[in-house]
């Protein structure tokens, strides 16, 4: 590996390989925002309900959420390389499986097999820019185009999303918005076949193959009946189940310790569940990214469903908000180095102005005009850079370097159950005052719901500050 880098035609190469897993991250970060924009005309053409369409967006990330650490560990295990290529070649598969659905149930399973087979290819990403640039100049390039991927991938969802369902490409509608994903998956298998180094396997480690299954129950236990709480007009058993999901998380810490006792592996870290900073900077980020995906559900089935607004159109409208987080992040590692923590508390204070100004603004326009909502959207996505990107760097400088790599699985899993958790929660709320009140209403309700979590987030930040310094 240290011949690859240091022989000149090689470091030239390796910067086509990261071109190659950016590529197979970006495919990823389209997937979570496409399909916001596809999700009214799916629900029409499918029939599919209220809580099947919350769930088409939510079990993708329960999929990845509960396996990212696994897939890790497999890549581990059976060398880097090979495991990429598993990912890339199932998430390639299961796009086609998306795009062939022929209800609402069948795309909800196919979906979380889509997350699913992300959470193999996903950790490959970074450990492959781990392994390959090794120099501080190179790596802080590597991982500027890396960060940058990351935010362009939201504003080339909305509007690739848009496009593809008012192109209707051969008639295909919004499974277009999947298929998309075939090609570009078979480009990145060859080019990865043919570049990416094979990376040797780390010696000793071991998969906790019933700590990822009892993980993956317990929070479809716990997520699964928010997603259909509504529709099952919050019978007791959605109640039960859910406290079904807490006990077998609560089970699967146990389950964890009794892992390490035997000597085995487990699938977290159970020293940091110990570690005070930690652990509130991870409920910090739960708070953050709660308020995420769901911010951006409910807005587009606003635009859609309640302003009438053609899904290229709302993905236009959308595109400042992308282009002001890509920005906002370039700035805050500036102002990180100033500001400290503080800057991410600006951010909230950012982002919760945006939502304000965005009520403001939906209680004011209408369709003719909903043009206008780009401006506070765009004030939002400021927001939410000047916080995402230095959020990761805050929370794991808490950890000890040993621990590094089990504290950035944990943050990634806590990112997408939180996603998943926000879609299901703020999703349920704002369907269950549309249909007693209306959309603007529940929009509100929803922005509400946004702005205690943002503050939530900055309130752990600042208890993680004061653990930090004791």
């Not at 940058?148 to 509007?159: I, W």
């Not at 780390?202 to 990822?212: E, F, K, N, Q």
């Not at 209680?363 to 909502?373: H, Q």
């Not at 230095?390 to 806590?414: D, E, F, I, N, R």
Request: contains cysteine.
């Amino acid at each position: 590996m240290h011949q690859i880098i240091a022989n000149p035609v090689d470091s030239a190469r390796r910067w086509w390989v990261l071109s190659i897993v950016v590529a197979a991250q970006f495919m990823f970060g389209v997937d979570a925002f496409i399909v916001n924009v596809a999700i009214p005309t799916i629900a029409v053409e499918l029939r599919a309900s209220a809580a099947q369409i919350e769930a088409v967006i939510a079990v993708y990330l329960i999929g990845y959420a509960t396996l990212v650490i696994t897939g890790g560990r497999l890549g581990d295990i059976y060398g880097t390389r090979n495991t990429f290529l598993a990912g890339v070649l199932g998430f390639t598969l299961t796009s086609l499986w998306c795009g062939l659905a022929q209800s609402g149930p069948e795309l909800i399973l196919a979906r979380l097999a889509q997350g699913a087979t992300a959470a193999l290819m996903v950790p490959q990403v970074l450990a492959t820019i781990h392994v390959l640039f090794v120099d501080g100049d190179s790596r802080a390039r590597a991982f500027a185009v890396y960060g940058m991927v990351l935010g362009l991938a939201g504003a080339a969802g909305f509007l690739l999303g848009g496009l593809l369902v008012t192109m209707d490409l051969a008639g295909l509608g919004w499974r277009a918005v999947f298929f998309v994903n075939v090609p570009v998956g078979l480009v990145i298998i060859a080019a990865a076949w043919r570049l990416m180094p094979s990376i040797p396997r780390r010696p000793g480690t071991r998969l906790d193959i019933p700590g990822a299954l009892v993980l993956f129950a317990g929070l479809l236990g716990l997520i699964g009946p928010l997603l259909f709480g509504h529709e099952l007009q919050w019978a007791p058993s959605v109640w039960l189940a859910m406290a079904v999901g807490v006990a077998v998380i609560a089970g699967f810490v146990r389950l964890e310790r009794r892992v390490a006792l035997h000597g085995g592996m487990p699938l977290i870290d159970l020293a940091l569940l110990a570690d005070a900073a930690f652990m509130r900077g991870l409920c910090a980020v739960f708070f953050f990214f709660f308020a995420n995906l769901s911010f951006y559900l409910v807005m587009t089935l606003f635009m859609q469903n309640a302003l009438h607004i053609p899904p290229l159109r709302a993905g236009v409208i959308f595109a400042p908000l992308a282009l002001a987080f890509v920005v906002a992040s370039r700035h805050s590692g500036m102002r990180a180095r100033h500001r400290g923590g503080l800057v991410l508390i600006e951010g909230g204070v950012v982002q919760v102005t945006g939502l304000a100004a965005l009520a403001a603004t939906v209680l004011a326009v209408n369709t003719s005009s909903a043009l206008l909502l780009a401006v506070p959207l765009a004030v939002f996505g400021y927001g939410q850079g000047l916080v995402m990107a230095p959020l990761s760097s805050a929370v794991l400088s808490t950890v000890q370097t040993s621990s590094a790599g089990a504290g950035s699985g944990m943050y990634g899993t806590t990112t997408q159950i939180a996603n998943a958790a926000g879609v299901a929660a703020i999703g349920a709320v704002y369907f269950a005052v549309q249909s007693a009140a209306s959309a603007v209403i529940a929009l509100l309700a929803s922005f509400a719901l946004c702005v205690l979590s943002v503050a939530a987030c900055a309130g752990f930040l600042l208890w993680m500050r004061r653990a930090g310094n004791a």
